[in-house]
């Protein structure tokens, strides 16, 4: 039970003089209950092939398999692919457009051919999962703060219950505390649920701080796929493709480098705290 991809390419305007490699041969498995970052700097492939993994965009050669079957084939149900594997846009508020929270989030339910009531109770499990409390159900979503209708949006994806929830820059354009109460929402549902989640981001602090593993893209292809703690040692690769580590990971490479004995691989705040407070008093 997985998504495979295997030797995927996609390239924009094919054939024609304008080609433009999106994706270079991408060979990826995502296993089931994974929580992973996919980072890379604007133009690097990352929303191109988040939307290939649930059949938006196809493949210009390569397959994509999702438990066992190739989502491209002739007679594939894309339909329900979409159901299992949910994807949020990046500003998703902006696809917001019923005249009250609790409808819109039925809507991606009520495609799903479900009945009335397992519409309303899905509508209501989601938007309760993310935090918004019943006061809001009836109000405009127009009316909300960015953070809630930002939560909205991910309800109404939740609400179809994927097995793989893709989040594209869900923080973007929030405030840290906005940012922060988002993230700390999904990491709470994917550890409730188990649920694979797939994180694009630009902020190497936010995926330090949640994921299992993460991807770097640059110029269309995979630059690096490891557990976060090693793929941040490649701190000075990173910046020469315009990203950066966290910046405790420049702290403590500054302190090792000063002769403190303390682990360069710690990301994490706290960690970081105990690490060199340890440090100085042995």
């Known amino acids: 039970m997985s998504i495979i991809l295997d030797h995927v390419s996609h390239i924009y305007e094919a054939d024609t003089s304008m080609a ?6 991408i060979n990826l498995v995502i296993p089931d209950g994974q929580f992973i970052g996919l980072i890379g700097h604007t133009g ?19 397959n994509i398999y999702y438990n066992g079957a190739d989502i491209n084939d002739a007679d594939y149900n894309k339909k ?37 009531k397992e519409v309303e109770l899905r509508a209501y499990d989601a938007l309760k999962q993310v935090g918004i409390e019943d006061e809001y159900f009836y109000q405009s979503p127009f009316d909300l703060s960015g953070g809630q209708k930002r939560r909205v949006a991910i309800a109404g994806v939740l609400a179809m219950k994927p097995e793989v929830l893709i989040l594209d820059e869900p923080t973007a354009g929030l405030d840290p505390r906005g ?9 709470k549902l994917r ?7 797939i994180l694009v981001s ?21 630059m690096f796929d490891d557990e976060p703690k090693k793929v941040f040692r490649h701190y000075k690769e990173l910046e020469e ?13 500054t302190l090792k480098a000063k002769g403190l004995a303390v682990d360069t691989d710690i990301t994490g705040v706290e960690e970081a705290r105990d690490a060199i407070l340890k440090a100085i008093r042995g």
């Open 20 to 25: 433009f490699p999106a994706l270079t041969d």
């Open 44 to 62: 690097s492939g990352k929303s191109t092939l988040v939307q290939h993994l649930n059949g938006l965009l196809k493949p210009t050669t390569g």
């Open 80 to 116: 329900e692919l979409r159901s299992k594997v949910g994807l949020v846009f990046q500003y998703p508020e902006h696809q917001l457009f019923e005249i009250d929270v609790f409808k819109d989030v039925c809507f991606g339910p009520k495609n799903l051919g479900l009945d009335r």
């Open 179 to 187: 940012r922060d109460e988002i993230l700390d929402q999904i990491a």
């Open 191 to 197: 550890e409730e649920t188990g649920m694979t989640v």
């Open 202 to 222: 630009h902020s190497m602090e936010d995926v330090a701080k949640y994921v299992d593993r993460i991807i770097v893209m640059n110029k269309s292809r995979v």
């Open 241 to 253: 493709v315009g990203l950066a580590a966290p910046q405790i990971t420049y702290i403590m490479q």
